[in-house]
Each structure stands twice: as structure tokens, then as C-alpha cells.
């Protein structure tokens, strides 16, 4: 899929508020620092787009950006920040469950993961509530170029094997980079199956 544009649209902390209309959409999260606005802005191709920071937890609302007038890209805050209230966290957890169970129109959830440390109980904890809930979802690994390519094929398989403790089948998984621009053609690719689909059943 070329990007051809994309265009913030709304930032909220009311689902009721969400755009309206019945176009897919695509919803990137994961724990706080992951690089999310990162892959975001490799993946539209627009540098600033959403904005990075090295300060951790500072997506605090639910963003959407309008991708080539046909889908929405949905920036979601990121989840477990510890130096965040409790009172915060609290409410950034709600309003996280609140997009991912009342929003009818997503399509899939990207769920962040740092490939460059072991299964973290937190991650692994949501990635079992996405299950039981039935939300579809995949899986994309960030920063890839921190670690050499044995060492990031070693994290990714472990894993993987983690996760089929408790899941009979895995998710589809994406490995990134959004400093060497790797990983983002598979996941637009992707993106662009699923839409194929939607718009044909239309």
C-alpha cells in the first residue's frame, strides 16, 4: 500500500466523539516508550505526524488520523507507566477498554512490544484479555535494529514460545524498525488485505 495521505483528524477522551461514518480502523498500543509514535510516523511516512518523545506516557488521548480518505490510523495511549498517578493510570485504563470494547469499527489492534526485552507480565496479561475478549489483533516488535539479527530472532521465538502456553494459534507478528524503515511495507501490506476484503463484501 503507497500512502498517498495522512491527516490528523481528532485527539478525544470520549469514545461518543470518535468519528462517525463506518471506515475501518487500525489502533497502534503498547507500554509506554515503545516507539509507537515512531512506527507511526514511519509507517505514513510523515516525519511529526504523531509526535515522539523520550519522556514516557505521553499520549494521553485517543488520536485518529484520516490515511489516504479511506481508513483511520488510531494512536491509543500507552498502558503501565508507572510513574503516572494511580488515579491516571486507573483512568487511561478505562478509557483504553472503553475504545477497544465499544469501537465498532476497529478493524485490528497493533499491540507494541519492545523487542529488546524478555515477555513482560503486563504485556502478556493484555495480549490474554485481548484474547479472551475476542478482539482481533496482531502483534508488531519494535526497535529491531537495537539488536543483531541472531539476537532479535532469538527474543522474537521466545517469545513466541511464551505465548503458546496458553494460545493454540499465534497472531500475525511484525518485526520493525523504525530507524532503518523495516517492517512498515508488511504492515501496510496487511492493513491493505484486510481493507480489500471490507470494501469487497461493501
Not at 50 to 61: D, E, N, R, V
Not at 112 to 118: A, S
Not at 125 to 144: A, D, Y
Not at 170 to 184: A, C, Q, R
Amino acid at each position: 500500500m503507497i500512502i498517498k495521505s495522512a491527516e490528523f483528524v481528532i485527539s478525544n477522551t470520549d469514545i461518543s466523539k470518535c468519528p462517525e461514518g463506518n471506515m475501518p480502523e487500525y489502533a497502534f498500543i503498547g507500554r509506554s516508550n515503545v516507539g509507537k509514535s515512531s512506527l507511526i510516523n514511519m509507517l505514513t511516512n510523515k516525519k511529526g505526524l504523531a509526535m515522539t518523545s523520550q519522556k514516557p506516557g505521553k499520549t494521553q488521548l485517543v488520536n485518529h488520523f484520516i490515511i489516504n480518505d479511506a481508513w483511520y490510523l488510531v494512536d491509543l495511549p500507552g498502558y503501565g507507566f508507572t510513574q503516572k498517578s494511580k488515579d491516571n493510570r486507573e483512568y487511561l485504563s478505562k478509557l483504553i477498554k472503553k475504545y477497544i470494547m465499544r469501537r465498532e469499527q476497529l478493524t485490528c489492534l497493533f499491540v507494541l512490544i519492545d523487542c529488546r526485552h524478555e515477555p513482560q507480565k503486563i504485556d502478556l496479561e493484555f495480549i490474554q484479555w485481548l484474547g479472551e475478549t475476542g478482539v482481533p489483533f496482531s502483534i508488531v516488535f519494535t526497535k529491531g535494529d537495537k539488536l543483531s539479527r541472531v539476537r532479535l530472532k532469538e527474543s522474537v521465538e521466545q517469545y513466541k514460545t511464551k505465548l503458546l502456553e496458553t494460545w493454540e494459534e499465534l497472531p500475525k507478528i511484525f518485526v520493525t524498525s523504525s530507524e532503518k524503515k523495516e517492517g512498515g511495507e508488511e504492515i501496510l501490506d496487511y492493513i491493505d488485505d484486510i481493507n480489500q476484503g471490507i470494501f469487497q463484501n461493501k
